[in-house]
């Protein structure tokens, strides 16, 4: 006889083998599920957090398309909502020895197992997300729930090129994990742009994903903040101010006074980060190689990859998907 634990297992493996799947993403399978293209990795982990993960009043959820700057938010946001138990001047900040990805763990990859392993840490928690606004449980969403969302949204053409190269990083280094042994072969630029342009990526169609959390962040400021990569990145030290205000931690006149979102900022610096130990030579607890999630961090350096037919190609795509609605890039 079958438990009710391996018989909801079985139901998700046969559920998930009935979804259209896409091989042609090199990295992993991916599969259609409710309007989007999600890895099959992470679908259990989907399920998972439907059923299991239970949210409490002050968790922050940072949301992200894959590469637009969620590395980046999760320090951000790390240091920002801890900085009254670690000091963000501290040598021995948790930064320094963790990489981010390691302090805001993925809610989809890391509810595989059979409990909540959230249910332990300390409120507030800091957890992370690349699901659709849509795929999110009710819990979270519901008006009577007052966690909060913070999304980061990037310009696509950099999300691509960022993408691709991480792609190409991951397999010139390591036998895909999830391709039976074989090693995966990369696609072109050309044609991970065709397949990212009919919404197959990873958690795509990409415009659907910005849609959802900008929609929702324009009906409920309050419940959702959304932040552009590119704003970030030319005024970092007033978005971290934006993003504490919104997690309900807003810096005191003291410590405006002291400079505290500075430091923020400088710890969680492209540079800074980058050259920690940690994230030269460290691997996430999903061992992942912590340094494959820094490259370059600029703003625009698609122009590098993409032709301008390539790039023109992409902006059409997503200008069409968004017409109508209030979101431009
Ligand atoms: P590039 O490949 O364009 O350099 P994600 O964290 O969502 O995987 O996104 C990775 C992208 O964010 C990479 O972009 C990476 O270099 C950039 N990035 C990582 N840390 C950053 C930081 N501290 N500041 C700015 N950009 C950062």
């Known amino acids: 006889e079958v438990s009710g634990e391996e018989g909801s297992v079985k139901g998700i493996t046969e559920l998930i083998s009935s979804l259209p799947l896409e091989m042609r993403c090199a990295s992993f399978p991916l599969r259609q599920y409710g309007g989007f293209w999600l890895p099959e990795m992470f679908l259990p982990g989907l399920d998972a957090v439907h059923s299991l993960f239970e949210p409490r009043p002050s968790d922050v959820f940072l949301a992200s398309f894959p590469k637009s700057g969620t590395t980046w938010l999760k320090a951000l946001a790390f240091a920002t909502l801890n900085r009254?138990?670690?000091?963000?001047?501290?040598?021995?900040?948790?930064?320094?020895r963790r990489g981010p990805h390691d302090c805001a763990q993925f809610l989809e990859t890391a509810l595989v197992v059979s409990d909540d392993m959230?249910?332990?840490?300390?409120?507030?928690?800091?957890?992370?997300?690349?699901?659709?606004?849509?795929?999110?449980?009710?819990?979270?969403?519901?008006?009577?729930?007052?966690?909060?969302?913070v999304y980061i949204c990037r310009d696509p053409k950099d999300?691509?090129?960022?993408?691709?190269?991480?792609?190409?990083?991951?397999?010139?280094?390591?036998?895909?994990?999830?391709?039976?042994?074989?090693?995966?072969?990369?696609?072109t630029l050309e044609e991970e742009?065709?397949?990212?342009?009919?919404?197959?990526s990873a958690n795509g169609p990409y415009w659907c994903h910005v849609l959802e959390y900008w929609t929702e962040s324009q009906k409920r400021p309050d419940k959702v903040l959304f932040l552009r990569y590119e704003e970030m990145i030319r005024e970092t030290t007033s978005n971290v101010k934006k993003l504490a205000e919104f997690m309900g931690c807003p810096f005191s006149n003291e410590e405006e006074a002291e400079g505290v979102a500075d430091t923020i900022v400088h710890l969680c610096s492209f540079d800074h980060l980058r050259n920690l130990e940690i994230n030269k030579n460290g691997v996430t607890d999903l061992n992942i190689k912590n340094d494959s999630f820094y490259r370059k961090g600029v703003i625009g350096d698609w122009i590098n990859y993409l032709s301008p037919e390539m790039a023109a190609q992409l902006d059409r795509v997503v200008e069409d998907a968004l017409r109508g609605s209030s979101l431009t890039f």
């Open 84 to 96: 009254a138990t670690y000091p963000p001047s501290s040598e021995d900040h948790p930064l320094r």
């Open 118 to 149: 959230f249910a332990s840490l300390p409120s507030p928690r800091l957890l992370s997300t690349h699901l659709p606004y849509s795929h999110l449980p009710e819990r979270i969403k519901a008006d009577s729930s007052s966690c909060r969302i």
């Open 159 to 187: 999300v691509i090129v960022s993408w691709w190269l991480f792609t190409k990083k991951s397999l010139d280094t390591e036998d895909g994990p999830n391709n039976g042994g074989n090693k995966p072969t990369l696609y």
């Open 193 to 200: 742009l065709d397949l990212f342009c009919t919404g197959r």
